[in-house]
T-cell receptor, first 111, second 109 residues
Framework: DTAVSQTPKYLVTQMGNDKSIKCEQN?????MYWYKQDSKKFLKIMFS???????INETVPNRFSPKSPDKAHLNLHINSLELGDSAVYFC??????????FGPGTRLTVT | GQQLNQSPQSMFIQEGEDVSMNCTSS?????WLWYKQDPGEGPVLLIA???AGELTSNGRLTAQFGITRKDSFLNISASIPSDVGIYFC?????????WGAGTKLIIKP
């Protein structure tokens, strides 16, 4: 059984497009996160949601917007994609502020 | 954002060797976590440490929570080819994990 899943695994799109990445967790966790991993493998927290409320919002462009329809899902919507948005995006979940469990990642390539 | 000091940045090792890596911080943490990331996959939790001075093992992996609560160590004994990957440390802050930049483990041919 997949604990944290993301779709799609790969996403290739052109500059200026709008795209979404979906994330679902079946662990019963109450907090979900989005991370961006750049080419140097740095993991940068972008957002987290606890009980459908945003509790962390790092200095990411407002073109990025997380949407959580329920506790098990946290989707990432990106408007007006730019070349610099190319990266691997990871979803993660945790029970409160305890250890986080990661999804397999979505490799986004903007051309 | 804040980042932990993780070293070494990369390691070339022979199969069978023992490996050590560490993370240090200027801040105190109540929890230290160690993750491993394989190519094309997400980070996987290896060991979680909750108490200063704690020493925890997971198979050939052993991690310690530094007594000052500002550092942590991960040791891998008798490395095997599947140990290659990137190892990340993370300290539990107030609302988020603070991450190290990773240690890349490479097996010498």
């Amino acid at each position: 059984d997949t604990a944290v899943s993301q779709t799609p695994k790969y996403l290739v799109t052109q500059m200026g497009n709008d795209k979404s990445i979906k994330c679902e967790q079946n662990l019963g966790h109450d907090t979900m996160y989005w991370y961006k991993q750049d080419s140097k493998k740095f993991l940068k927290i972008m957002f987290s949601y606890n009980n459908k409320e945003l509790i962390i919002n790092e200095t990411v462009p407002n073109r990025f917007s997380p949407k959580s329809p329920d506790k098990a899902h946290l989707n990432l919507h990106i408007n007006s994609l730019e070349l610099g948005d190319s990266a691997v995006y990871f979803c993660a979940s945790s029970r409160s502020s305890y250890e986080q469990y990661f999804g397999p990642g979505t490799r986004l390539t903007v051309t | 954002g804040q980042q932990l000091n993780q070293s070494p940045q990369s390691m070339f090792i022979q199969e069978g060797e023992d490996v050590s890596m560490n993370c240090t911080s200027s801040s105190i943490f109540n929890t230290w976590l160690w993750y491993k990331q394989d190519p094309g996959e997400g980070p996987v939790l290896l060991i979680a440490l909750y108490k200063a001075g704690e020493l925890t093992s997971n198979g050939r992996l052993t991690a310690q929570f530094g007594i000052t609560r500002k550092d942590s160590f991960l040791n891998i004994s008798a490395s095997i080819p599947s140990d290659v990957g990137i190892y990340f440390c993370a300290g539990q802050g107030n609302y988020q994990l603070i991450w190290g930049a990773g240690t890349k483990l490479i097996i010498k041919p």
